[in-house]
């Protein structure tokens, strides 16, 4: 199933692409979920918008600390500090596809040449920014985005990006798009997922556990297992089905898979990652993440950035 078909605009919020920064030539765009809140039934409208100096270094400096993590190849810490919204909207294992596209086709990131416009937006989800910059990489210079959202606890994380392809490396980059055809879980491993959501839904914690890899028996105990099952049933409710299973993958040496997958709870739908490594004869589970939704809170006007702003002048009224 199609990820974009899987995912119910309850779901997740209403989201559409950041109109893309000034063109300095013919380019095509790589787009990495680049998303900004828009006045919709989901209430994330923005009420306040401003345009702050494209001297500001805040952002640079946040643009730079994510570029640096995935020229480290830690695509997936990148994915899991970034704010609930954007892993609502992008799985990670196709944010991981995007990055290593990017970097086959660009090469390392080198740094932030400019940066290019800030936009603000206060919404009743807290604060968003976008930011346009020209990025410097090994094998050119382009244009790029990034948008963030502030949480509840001040903290700025990651809700989108972008960078533009230069002409002269498009054909590298149909290259890198053709070589990531992810190969899909087997049965075993569906069949395994659809037990330990069975379970879940039973309060079967202690099992799940007991017939889990070892990696994952000594990184928790059964006790703490059982708390975190008991603090998504606190805040979603009790776990209701599976939806739908939205991509699966295995890796190169089949011994390692992962299954997203689309989770209803009497409260909430959410996204569910879970992994599992191949030991002897079975597949058996070693990672578990369900995505916990975060509220929507009225925006504080406290963390409004003190700095002045224009607001966008009115067009005059058609004669």
Same mark, same amino acid.
């Given at each position: 199933?199609?990820?974009? !078909?899987?995912?119910?605009?309850?779901?997740?919020?209403?989201?559409?692409?950041?109109?893309?920064?000034?063109?300095?030539?013919?380019?095509?765009?790589?787009?990495?979920?680049?998303?900004?809140? *828009?006045?919709?039934?989901?209430?994330?409208?923005?009420?306040?918008?401003?345009?702050?100096?494209?001297?500001?270094?805040?952002?640079?400096?946040?643009? +730079? +600390? *994510?570029?640096? =993590?995935?020229?480290?190849?830690?695509? +997936?810490? *990148?994915?899991?500090?970034?704010?609930?919204?954007?892993?609502?909207?992008?799985? *990670?294992?196709?944010?991981?596809?995007?990055?290593?596209?990017?970097?086959?086709?660009?090469?390392?990131?080198? &740094?932030?040449? !400019?940066?290019?416009?800030?936009?603000?937006?206060?919404?009743?989800? &807290?604060?968003?920014?976008?930011?346009?910059?020209?990025?410097?990489?090994?094998?050119?210079?382009?244009?790029?985005?990034?948008?963030?959202?502030?949480?509840?606890?001040?903290?700025?994380?990651? =809700?989108?990006? %972008?960078?533009?392809?230069?002409?002269?490396?498009?054909?590298?980059?149909?290259?890198?798009?053709?070589?990531?055809?992810?190969?899909?879980?087997?049965?075993?491993?569906?069949?395994?997922?659809?037990?330990?959501?069975?379970?879940?839904?039973? &309060?079967?914690?202690? !099992?799940?556990?007991?017939?889990?890899?070892?990696?994952?028996?000594?990184?928790?105990?059964?006790?703490?297992?059982?708390? =975190? =099952?008991? %603090?998504?049933?606190?805040?979603?409710?009790?776990?209701?089905?599976?939806?739908?299973?939205?991509?699966?993958?295995?890796?190169? !040496?089949?011994?390692?898979?992962?299954?997203?997958?689309?989770?209803?709870?009497?409260?909430?739908?959410?996204? &569910?990652?879970?992994?599992?490594?191949?030991?002897?004869?079975?597949?058996?589970?070693?990672?578990?993440?369900?995505?916990?939704?975060?509220?929507?809170?009225?925006?504080?006007?406290?963390?409004?950035?003190?700095?002045?702003?224009?607001?966008?002048?009115?067009?005059?009224?058609?004669?």
């Amino acid at each position: 199933m199609n990820h974009d !078909d899987a995912i119910p605009a309850a779901a997740a919020p209403t989201a559409t692409t950041v109109p893309a920064a000034p063109e300095r030539g013919p380019r095509r765009r790589l787009r990495i979920a680049v998303i900004v809140f *828009v006045v919709a039934a989901a209430g994330l409208g923005a009420y306040l918008f401003f345009r702050e100096s494209s001297t500001s270094t805040e952002f640079r400096t946040k643009v +730079e +600390e *994510v570029y640096d =993590l995935l020229n480290k190849g830690k695509a +997936e810490k *990148v994915y899991e500090e970034a704010s609930f919204r954007f892993k609502q909207t992008l799985l *990670v294992d196709k944010f991981v596809d995007m990055v290593d596209q990017m970097q086959k086709t660009l090469g390392e990131f080198k &740094g932030v040449v !400019d940066v290019i416009e800030v936009d603000r937006a206060a919404t009743v989800a &807290g604060m968003t920014a976008r930011v346009q910059l020209e990025l410097e990489f090994e094998l050119a210079t382009t244009l790029g985005e990034m948008s963030f959202h502030r949480d509840r606890k001040g903290e700025w994380r990651l =809700l989108g990006m %972008s960078v533009q392809i230069p002409e002269d490396r498009k054909t590298a980059a149909d290259e890198a798009e053709r070589d990531y055809e992810r190969l899909k879980a087997p049965d075993e491993v569906i069949e395994q997922f659809n037990k330990i959501l069975d379970a879940v839904r039973e &309060g079967k914690a202690a !099992d799940i556990h007991q017939l889990a890899a070892p990696s994952f028996r000594e990184g928790r105990t059964v006790e703490s297992f059982q708390h =975190l =099952l008991d %603090s998504h049933r606190s805040e979603m409710g009790n776990f209701i089905r599976v939806l739908a299973v939205i991509s699966s993958a295995q890796n190169a !040496d089949k011994d390692r898979a992962r299954v997203h997958a689309l989770l209803q709870y009497e409260k909430a739908k959410t996204t &569910g990652t879970f992994e599992f490594m191949h030991i002897g004869t079975e597949w058996k589970l070693y990672g578990f993440k369900v995505v916990v939704p975060e509220p929507l809170v009225p925006a504080d006007p406290s963390i409004l950035p003190a700095v002045p702003f224009t607001p966008e002048p009115t067009p005059p009224a058609p004669p």
